[in-house]
């Protein structure tokens, strides 16, 4: 037990040794650091926003109105079918889709030929091999259709907004300018956004969250006027930015509107008569043609410009805009402008992100964590190291040195694989000290009976060692199981604690089945005792 | 080298099974209290489990929470608490409930509550937490304690005999119980932290049981005439030092935590030192005794290969 072949005892220096490099670059100079992370795996410990100050948010599909969507859209494809088929129908709208009434017994079989084509399949499987599923799936009895939602449809489609999002929100993030921000999907319909260094993240969350779906819709009568007034065919009324008491009746046939997701370019400017800050825009071919056949065709008439069912303003057609380009006023600040001219240069989310948890620290709260975990963590360590120099003496040193390479290799495992430190974690690693000299407590009590118990120095020490260091493979196993477990279900900072935990406690168990055995060996090997000094 | 001090004296013959009368009946009345006053005065739930919005902010005067209160109450989002955090008087914790109107209304708490509050505060941090994912959260860690029970319950199980799996998970049962009970009787907030703490207060009152129980297997190989009762009263004698010294040094470290680490840690820490108490406790009066109580197939024992544990056993 107590014998070390050589390449053991290189193999346990070297693993020492290289863990202690690994939390080196922790202590070193900032411009050391960027050098080091450039050229080698070798880094400083990442440190969480509870501890560098920031932000994280976590934002959720809205269902509810994506659903929606999806049946209004349902129902204008039903429409435009049934129409161009010539026949006539009675559509609702049900809270999972949508039921077509045929009119004339006669026409249900062309019906449902008709209908049936709209239940266009989408992939669901992954790297396009899986089964295609519908949204909706159809259903006949005589005369009556119904659509309703299919799970898998859905979940698909919903999977789809994430990913989309993800892009789109990174693209607003970085056009922002917002520096290390790290946007992550969660689950099947969520997206995790961490912004370091971000104190007040209120503006920077409106704008991820803007779905910014701009389109340009023919206006149906010229005058702002009430919501109660009678709703003139195919127009529905959105409230204007300038006065939301006022609404603007604008037309929704896809012939009187134009998409703002065919924008090339967009980009916050300044007017050059009236010096108000405006953002202009570019159309991609398909939209520049699109849009120049409109206003060709309706010269003289006002348009609106709408941003997510908000009439932004509602300027003249004086000539054709044929060019593709065009400007948009609308009394923005700067701000608004330049936060508009990003969310339409990212295009528009899918589907409206809403947020469900958002946790900011600010920048002084973080540094007074870093310093009062520091203060703690030292403290901690000298009370410990002195308690077992006290209980223990020479072996309380022994013990000392394995606690000291012991967090040395804790920070650098945390360092080198990227863990992100939290001040939970750091609560983790305090916890750690006063848990880690436990094995060592364990092997030394079980020493000290055996020599008492009348062996010799040597062969007290070996079964000390022998049977103590089983009941600290149990002990230590089970407890690892409580920390994997609140790293599996635990979340944000939480997790930060299970990390630091899970890992104090392997390195624990690595320095206890190596370390201090090796010490011990080199002194008996040394000292050739003749009495246990415990 | 200096002599090291013994802390704990020497064969220690102390008759722990007797004593666990008293300890049975103790951690009886302490479970009972425990569970009337989660029923009568329950768990000061935080943000992470009820949802709502957090503020911890920094005035330039010594705050004045009655008046603060006063201003954040006269938006009627509900009642505020208002507590100082830290020592010093210039910070402020302020908590308000989630308001009705589901996820997308809460962060409208914010925006009024820094206008209302104006220039000269600096927020030193805000979490709010919707509806729906302070229930997800508050449902994840039932499971997580439950996992963890099970886990180790199966582990135990595996590693000795199902009476020490039972015995174990009554303990551990014990430990959790006396906690919730403590933090109802305190009223901090119970938060994800708490959570933690109640996690790694099962894995350390576990370490502790498993010591024990470690011994008493190796007992039970050796001395086999030994009765039970006495057997186990031997074994808790015998780890009684590295259980009691185990708990100083952690304790030690704890209690730095608690006085040097911060604010934000202090309810963590102080969960971690309660419990540190409760799972010493309860590995030293009655885990061990229960194990008496369930009775020990000593054949099965006998039979168990476990190499290291027979090397170790004195010829």
């Known amino acids: 037990m107590l014998y070390f072949s050589r390449w053991k005892v290189i193999a346990i220096l070297l693993s020492v040794l290289v863990g202690i490099l690994f939390a080196v670059p922790n202590i070193l100079p900032r411009e050391w650091q960027d050098i080091l992370r450039e050229r080698t795996i070798l880094r400083p410990v990442t440190l969480g926003l509870d501890l560098q100050g920031g932000s994280n948010v976590l934002m959720e599909v809205d269902r509810k109105e994506f659903t929606n969507t999806l049946i209004t859209q349902q129902m204008g494809d039903v429409r435009a079918a049934l129409r161009t088929a010539r026949i006539a129908y009675k559509l609702n709208r049900t809270p999972n889709g949508v039921t077509v009434q045929i009119t004339e017994a006669a026409d249900a079989d062309k019906a449902y030929d008709v209908l049936k084509g709209l239940t266009q399949p989408i992939d669901t499987g992954l790297f396009g091999t899986g089964v295609a599923s519908s949204i909706f799936t159809l259903e006949r009895s005589g005369q009556q259709f119904t659509y309703s939602f299919s799970e898998s449809g859905i979940e698909a489609r919903v999977s789809r907004a994430v990913e989309q999002s993800l892009r789109i929100i990174e693209n607003r993030v970085n056009g922002s300018g917002i520096a290390e921000a790290s946007i992550q999907r969660q689950g099947r319909d969520r997206i995790v956004i961490q912004l370091p260094g971000i104190g007040d993240p209120d503006q920077v969350v409106k704008m991820i969250g803007q779905t910014a779906k701009l389109t340009f819709q023919l206006v149906c009568e010229s005058q702002p006027n009430a919501a109660t007034d009678n709703p003139p065919p195919d127009c529905v009324s959105y409230p204007m930015k300038e006065d939301p008491q006022q609404n603007m009746w604008v037309q929704t046939s896809s012939a009187a509107t134009v998409e703002g997701g065919d924008l090339q370019d967009a980009q916050a400017a300044f007017d050059s008569r009236t010096n108000e800050p405006i953002v202009n825009f570019r159309f991609n071919q398909k939209g520049a043609l699109r849009f120049g056949k409109l206003t060709a065709e309706n010269v003289g008439k006002p348009f609106a410009i709408v941003l997510d069912q908000q009439v932004i303003s509602a300027p003249r057609i004086n000539e054709p805009i044929l060019g593709g380009s065009g400007q948009i006023s609308g009394n923005f600040t700067t701000e608004e402008a330049n936060t508009l001219a990003i969310v339409l240069r990212s295009g528009a989310l899918p589907a409206r992100l809403i947020p469900v948890e958002q946790r900011t620290v600010g920048p002084s709260l973080g540094s007074d964590s870093i310093h009062a975990g520091a203060v703690a963590s030292v403290i901690a360590l000298a009370a410990v190291m002195v308690f077992m120099l006290i209980a223990y003496g020479l072996f309380g040193i022994f013990a000392d040195i394995a606690l000291i390479v012991n967090l040395l290799l804790l920070i650098g495992v945390m360092s080198v694989f990227g863990f992100t430190l939290t001040l939970p974690g750091i609560a983790g690693i305090v916890l750690t000290m006063g848990i880690a000299v436990d094995s060592n407590v364990l092997v030394f009590e079980r020493i000290r009976e055996e020599w008492r118990h009348g062996r010799t120095a040597l062969n007290s020490i070996e079964t000390g060692f022998k049977a103590a260091l089983a009941t600290v493979l149990d002990s230590n196993l089970t407890s690892l199981i409580a920390a994997v477990v609140l790293f599996g279900v635990g979340s944000g900072p939480v997790r930060g604690f299970a990390i630091a935990h899970a890992i104090g406690i392997l390195t624990t168990l690595f320095t206890a089945f190596t370390l201090t055995r090796l010490i011990v060996f080199w002194w008996v090997r040394t000292t050739k005792p003749k009495e246990v000094p415990l | ?315």
Request: proline residues 3%; hydrophobic residues 50%.
């Open chain 2, 1 to 315: 080298m200096f002599k090291p001090i013994r802390f704990i004296p020497d064969d220690t013959k102390i008759k722990f099974m007797l004593l666990s009368r008293y300890g049975y009946f103790a951690s009886g009345v302490a479970c009972l209290a425990a569970i009337l006053l989660f029923v009568f005065v329950g768990l000061n739930y935080g943000v992470d489990f009820k949802g709502g919005t957090v503020f911890v902010i920094r005035t330039e005067q010594v705050a004045n929470l009655d008046e603060l209160r006063g201003k954040i109450n006269g938006l009627g989002f509900g009642d505020a608490e208002l507590q100082e955090f830290g020592t010093g008087g210039h910070e402020v914790l302020i908590r308000l409930p989630a308001i009705e109107g589901g996820e997308d209304v809460q962060r409208v708490v914010q925006d009024k509550v820094k206008q209302v509050l104006g220039a000269g505060v600096e927020y030193l941090s805000i979490d709010v937490v919707g509806p729906k994912v302070s229930g997800e959260l508050a449902q994840q860690s039932i499971m997580a304690v439950l996992i963890a029970i099970i886990g180790i319950l199966i582990y135990i199980w595996f590693r000795f005999e199902w009476q020490f799996a039972i015995a174990t998970v009554m303990s551990l049962l014990h430990d959790v119980l006396l906690t919730v009970g403590f933090f109802c009787l305190i009223g901090i907030d119970f938060n994800l932290q708490i959570i933690a703490a109640i996690l790694t207060i099962v894995g350390y009152s576990l370490n502790d049981t498993v010591v024990v129980f470690d011994r008493i297997r190796e007992y039970l190989r050796k001395y086999k005439q030994l009765p039970l009762a006495d057997l186990i009263d031997v074994s808790i004698n015998s780890v009684l030092p590295r259980t009691l010294l185990t708990a100083v040094t952690t304790l030690l470290a704890l209690i730095a935590l608690y006085i040097f680490g911060g604010e934000v840690l202090k309810g963590f820490t102080l969960a971690m030192i309660w419990g540190i108490f409760v799972a010493t406790y309860s590995s030293i009066f009655s885990a061990a005794s229960l194990l008496a109580l369930l009775g020990v197939n000593r054949d099965a024992i006998q039979i168990q290969p476990s190499g290291s544990k027979a090397a170790a056993a004195r010829p």
